[in-house]
């Protein structure tokens, strides 16, 4: 597609569960990032791709969160023993090179109840 | 603790009138500064950005910068009610750190309503 797709696009889940989180990029762009955005805040800092490695996850709050990109391409946020304090939405945003504009996704709405 | 700081609003402006929205750093070795408009429920979408001392202006929108005073600003000329949004501004991280410029630092955003 044209731009950053996010899904899904709201996920409710109960408190303790497991959640996966997809972000397909644009095609042909190599950086991709993580941003958690929660109410009346700015989008912060979670985690930064280059190609297939992770080259700064200097964001991500605790071990629960993980998130990987095996081909260079789609990425997959997971948030272990989900936690009401993890509800926000998530934003996926990629760009040609790592000093590249950024492009955002459409965010994924996480409730955790 | 970096960060980048934003008066929340909301700010008010009539149509046609010029709109100015400001923001400061923290970290002075900071050189990259960007503007983002959000809408409500949307993602933010990249306005400007600007890399040097002095002015950038791009249609309706100038973005300022003083990095001596750690200071950057977004003016809108003959706002518009579509240009009603919140806007973001983000700072990356300096260069040297080891990561990219993707790795921004937001402020928490400044509401602007532009009344008809």
């Known amino acids: 597609g044209a731009g950053v797709s996010q899904t899904p696009s709201n996920k409710v889940t109960e408190k303790g569960k497991y959640v996966e989180l997809r972000c397909d990029p644009i095609?042909?762009?190599?950086?991709l990032y993580w941003y958690r955005q929660s109410l009346g805040q700015g989008p912060e800092f979670l985690i930064y791709?280059?190609?297939?490695?992770?080259?700064?996850d200097s964001g991500l709050p605790n071990d629960r969160f993980f998130a990987v990109r095996p081909e260079g391409s789609v990425s997959t946020l997971k948030i272990q023993r989900t936690e009401r304090g993890d509800s926000a939405v998530y934003l996926c945003?990629?760009?040609?090179?790592?000093?590249?504009?950024?492009?955002f996704g459409n965010g994924t709405r996480l409730t955790v109840t | 603790q970096k960060e980048v700081k934003q008066n929340s609003g909301p700010l008010s402006v009539p149509e046609g009138a010029i709109a100015s929205l400001n923001c400061t750093y923290s970290?002075?070795?900071?050189?990259?500064f960007f503007w983002y408009r959000q809408y409500s429920g949307k993602s933010p979408e990249l306005i400007m950005f600007?890399?040097?001392?002095g002015d950038k202006e791009d249609g309706r929108f100038t973005a300022q910068l003083n990095k001596a005073s750690q200071y950057v600003s977004l003016l809108i000329r003959d706002s518009q009610p579509s240009d009603s949004a919140t806007y973001l501004c983000?700072?990356?991280?300096?260069?040297?750190?080891?990561?990219?410029?993707?790795?921004?630092?937001f402020g928490k955003g400044t509401k602007l309503s532009v009344k008809p």
């Open positions: 945003a990629t760009g040609q090179g790592p000093n590249s504009p950024l492009h």
């Open positions: 095609s042909g762009h190599t950086a």
């Open positions: 791709f280059q190609g297939t490695g992770a080259a700064d």
């Open positions: 970290d002075r070795g900071s050189q990259s």
């Open positions: 600007i890399y040097s001392n």
């Open positions: 983000a700072v990356a991280k300096p260069p040297g750190y080891g990561g990219s410029q993707g790795n921004l630092i």
